[in-house]
């Protein structure tokens, strides 16, 4: 049995989640997400409680099981605390301004770089090498962030472009001299 699918979801106050054709409804102070899970997998709301399980033991519907609790917990946690993700731009010269609903970048290409934000998805600038990215749907803030640093991700040399906060770059030496 999945330790991770046995767990209930607990839905705390505030939150209605509902259950319509295969697909969860979760609506929270934040927002509402929805989730379309696998037929095979049973999900019902039990008092406080969502509870999701399986058929049988088959290799499929074990691997949906902790799958499917995941991403419903995760969508309780978006609508109630939300996700971010923090990236951090290092380099002479790079920086990021916020102007209206457009993130600009100075990123050393010979144009600016200029990201917008989308419905569930906004950017906040709080100083000039620091970008948070904010929403409720964890996969969507994860994807927008990994495509703001595709922008222009750090080298290994000087440590130059957009990472991560938590990021460790692993950095290169750089050539060695002429030896004899």
């Given at each position: 049995?999945?330790?991770?699918?046995?767990k209930?979801?607990?839905?705390?106050?505030?939150?209605?989640?509902?259950?319509?054709?295969?697909?969860?409804?979760?609506?929270?102070?934040?927002?509402?997400?929805?989730?379309?899970?696998?037929p095979?997998?049973?999900?019902?709301?039990?008092?406080e409680?969502?509870?999701?399980?399986?058929?049988?033991?088959?290799?499929e519907?074990?691997?949906?099981?902790?799958?499917?609790?995941?991403l419903?917990?995760?969508?309780?946690?978006?609508?109630?605390?939300?996700?971010?993700?923090?990236?951090?731009?290092?380099?002479?010269?790079?920086?990021?301004?916020?102007q209206?609903?457009?993130?600009?970048?100075?990123?050393?290409?010979?144009?600016?770089?200029?990201?917008?934000?989308?419905?569930?998805?906004?950017?906040?600038?709080?100083?000039?090498?620091?970008?948070?990215?904010?929403?409720i749907?964890?996969?969507?803030?994860?994807?927008?962030?990994?495509?703001?640093?595709?922008?222009?991700?750090?080298?290994?040399?000087?440590?130059?472009?957009?990472?991560?906060?938590?990021?460790?770059?692993?950095?290169?030496?750089?050539?060695?001299?002429k030896?004899?």
């Amino acid at each position: 049995m999945s330790r991770i699918g046995r767990k209930p979801i607990n839905i705390p106050a505030g939150v209605t989640a509902t259950i319509n054709d295969g697909v969860i409804t979760v609506k929270g102070p934040k927002g509402e997400l929805k989730f379309a899970y696998n037929p095979a997998m049973t999900v019902e709301i039990k008092g406080e409680e969502i509870l999701v399980t399986r058929p049988d033991d088959a290799k499929e519907n074990r691997s949906l099981h902790g799958l499917t609790r995941t991403l419903i917990h995760n969508m309780v946690i978006g609508v109630t605390e939300g996700y971010k993700k923090e990236l951090e731009v290092n380099g002479v010269g790079y920086r990021v301004q916020k102007q209206g609903n457009k993130c600009v970048m100075n990123l050393g290409y010979s144009h600016q770089v200029i990201v917008e934000d989308t419905d569930d998805i906004k950017i906040e600038v709080p100083d000039p090498n620091k970008i948070i990215i904010v929403g409720i749907d964890k996969q969507k803030v994860g994807q927008f962030a990994a495509e703001v640093r595709e922008k222009r991700p750090p080298e290994p040399y000087k440590g130059k472009g957009i990472k991560y906060v938590d990021e460790v770059i692993r950095r290169k030496e750089g050539k060695a001299g002429k030896g004899k």
